[in-house]
């Protein structure tokens, strides 16, 4: 038997401070070129040309998802509000410059990234640096293994689900949870995650790797059957 | 393949990203591997929870004070 028997403990609620809420069956998954509408360069173009309502509107449509990310980077609401209010009026400020080579909701979630790893450096200067080797091979082997049964998120309310979510992506360490937030929550590529946190593609693969493993980890104790109980 | 080249590739594997090679390679270890193909499945199911998580609604106060700095932003420029 390769991993050791996982034990059961019972999971312990803790109240919700992230913003993360699985989507119903009947609101489906989107893409990310679906996310951002077919709209936005029009929009975009007439924020360019000083167009206050049309951007205005970006900020309607994005305020939601940038707080998010902006939360679930620094894990601090203060913080999360104060980067994401500077990523829009940076947004606004710099519009002229942007060069429209890419979405303009991606270039948004790089400033927003920015503005929250700013201050997520500032509060916990000597937990988090992406220049950080990250650790070796051994401790990738999963440790706790036990059958999830078919869709176990469906096991939970939605606002249940909300504090599992958020619960496990507070523990995990930031360097890891900047990456997996912003290729697997925001969608951004490998490319763009990297060029986001300025580190190198190999950087970028494997915490996210490391994020992934984790994370499955830490809902083991959630899905494994019985968990709900 | 062994339990260690699948869990190094695992991400790579969900993704899509590994050479056909590797992938047949891979595939063939999930097979006779049980607690292999639990691991990929649970991680594959954890990305997609994630991923298709949706933000909730921005917070009144918050919002409110955004819109507040936008506006100051708007009639700077405008001036």
């Given at each position: 038997?390769l991993?050791?028997?996982?034990?059961?403990?019972?999971?312990?609620?803790?109240?919700?401070?992230?913003?993360?809420?699985?989507?119903?069956?009947?609101?489906?998954?989107?893409?990310?070129?679906?996310?951002?509408?077919?709209?936005?360069?029009?929009?975009?173009?007439?924020?360019?040309?000083?167009?206050?309502?049309?951007?205005?509107?970006?900020?309607?449509?994005?305020e939601?998802?940038?707080?998010?990310?902006?939360?679930?980077?620094?894990?601090?609401?203060?913080?999360?509000?104060d980067?994401?209010?500077?990523?829009?009026?940076?947004?606004?400020?710099?519009?002229?410059?942007f060069?429209?080579?890419?979405?303009?909701?991606?270039?948004?979630?790089?400033?927003?990234?920015?503005?929250?790893?700013?201050?997520?450096?500032?509060?916990?200067?000597n937990?988090?640096?992406?220049?950080?080797?990250?650790?070796?091979?051994?401790?990738?082997?999963?440790?706790?293994?036990?059958?999830?049964?078919?869709s176990?998120?469906?096991?939970?309310?939605?606002?249940?689900?909300?504090?599992?979510?958020?619960?496990v992506?507070?523990?995990?360490?930031?360097?890891?949870?900047v990456?997996?937030v912003?290729?697997?929550?925001?969608?951004?590529?490998?490319?763009?995650?990297?060029?986001?946190?300025?580190?190198?593609?190999?950087?970028?693969?494997?915490?996210?790797?490391?994020?992934?493993?984790?994370?499955?980890?830490?809902?083991?104790r959630?899905?494994?059957?019985?968990?709900?109980? | 393949?062994?339990?260690k080249?699948?869990?190094?590739?695992?991400?790579?594997?969900?993704?899509?990203?590994?050479?056909?090679?590797?992938?047949?390679?891979?595939?063939?270890?999930?097979?006779?591997?049980?607690?292999?193909?639990?691991?990929?499945?649970?991680?594959?199911?954890?990305?997609?929870?994630?991923?298709?998580?949706?933000?909730?609604?921005?917070?009144?106060?918050?919002?409110?004070?955004?819109?507040?700095?936008?506006?100051?932003?708007?009639?700077?420029?405008?001036?």
């Open positions: 038997m991993y050791a028997t996982f034990i059961k403990a019972k999971a312990r609620m803790q109240p919700p401070i992230g913003l993360l809420i699985p989507l119903s069956a009947s609101n489906p998954h989107r893409l990310p070129s679906t996310v951002a509408r077919d709209d936005e360069h029009l929009l975009v173009a007439a924020a360019k040309r000083g167009d206050t309502h049309a951007f205005e509107e970006l900020v309607n449509r994005y939601a998802k940038i707080f998010r990310l902006t939360m679930n980077i620094t894990r601090n609401r203060e913080d999360a509000e980067a994401m209010q500077d990523a829009f009026l940076k947004s606004y400020a710099h519009l002229k410059n060069q429209e080579d890419s979405r303009f909701y991606t270039w948004l979630v790089r400033i927003a990234a920015n503005e929250a790893l700013m201050r997520l450096r500032k509060r916990r200067p937990q988090f640096s992406l220049d950080e080797p990250v650790e070796g091979e051994e401790d990738l082997m999963p440790r706790e293994l036990e059958d999830w049964g078919p176990p998120e469906q096991r939970f309310a939605q606002t249940e689900m909300h504090e599992i979510l958020s619960e992506i507070d523990k995990l360490k930031p360097d890891f949870r990456v997996f912003l290729r697997d929550v925001e969608e951004l590529s490998t490319e763009e995650t990297a060029k986001a946190l300025g580190i190198s593609i190999p950087a970028v693969k494997s915490r996210l790797l490391r994020a992934r493993l984790k994370l499955r980890q830490k809902l083991n959630y899905f494994g059957q019985g968990g709900t109980n | 393949m062994n339990c080249g699948v869990i190094l590739e695992i991400s790579n594997y969900i993704d899509g990203e590994l050479d056909l090679p590797v992938k047949e390679e891979l595939e063939r270890h999930l097979e006779d591997c049980e607690d292999c193909k639990m691991v990929v499945d649970q991680t594959r199911l954890t990305v997609e929870i994630f991923c298709d998580s949706k933000p909730v609604e921005l917070p009144a106060d918050v919002k409110s004070r955004l819109h507040e700095a936008l506006h100051r932003k708007l009639q700077e420029k405008g001036n």
